[in-house]
């Protein structure tokens, strides 16, 4: 079965505060890792949160540590796949497709935007 979001996707937010109370939702961001376990996404620029980490050395003898911001997942349910034609927010689908390589025709999924019907 295909995945609706991949690693390299461009997704927008579309859940949560507003971005004039300081939430993510319009904003748009590439896909870094998917986690299919969980059914949540890394998504760069969104869900940042402050990251304390224990004050140690490493082996040169540099101070490691401190607060670091870090992108956390977010639930996929939460990211719609952006439609490179229109940019915004679509629905994703799936639809056969027969492909021909060296003699052999094969039958295929591929994602299609519902918005527009278009292969993504």
Same mark, same amino acid.
Request: overall charge positive; hydrophobic content about 30%; charged content about 30%.
């Given at each position: 079965? $295909?995945? #609706? ?5 461009? @997704?927008? &937010?579309?859940?949560?505060? #507003?971005?004039?109370?300081?939430? %993510?939702?319009?904003?748009? =961001?590439?896909? *870094?890792? @998917?986690?299919? !376990?969980?059914?949540?996404? *890394?998504? !760069? ?7 304390? +980490? #224990? &004050?140690?050395?490493?082996?040169? $003898?540099?101070?490691?540590? =401190?607060? !670091?911001? @870090? !992108?956390?997942?977010?639930?996929? /349910?939460? &990211?719609? *796949?952006?439609?490179?034609?229109? #940019?915004?927010? +679509?629905?994703?689908?799936?639809? *056969?497709?027969?492909?021909?390589? %060296? $003699?052999? /025709?094969?039958?295929?999924? &591929?994602? @299609? /935007?519902?918005?527009? =019907?278009? %292969?993504?």
């Amino acid at each position: 079965m $295909g995945a #609706k979001i991949k690693k390299g996707d461009l @997704v927008q &937010v579309i859940t949560g505060a #507003k971005q004039e109370r300081g939430g %993510d939702r319009g904003k748009q =961001g590439k896909v *870094l890792r @998917v986690f299919t !376990e969980t059914n949540r996404v *890394l998504v !760069e620029g969104i869900n940042r949160v402050t990251k304390h +980490t #224990k &004050v140690g050395q490493s082996q040169r $003898g540099t101070k490691t540590g =401190g607060i !670091e911001v @870090v !992108e956390a997942p977010i639930h996929v /349910s939460n &990211v719609a *796949l952006v439609d490179p034609s229109t #940019k915004k927010p +679509t629905r994703v689908g799936f639809r *056969l497709e027969t492909v021909e390589m %060296d $003699g052999v /025709s094969k039958t295929v999924r &591929v994602r @299609v /935007s519902k918005a527009s =019907g278009k %292969d993504i």
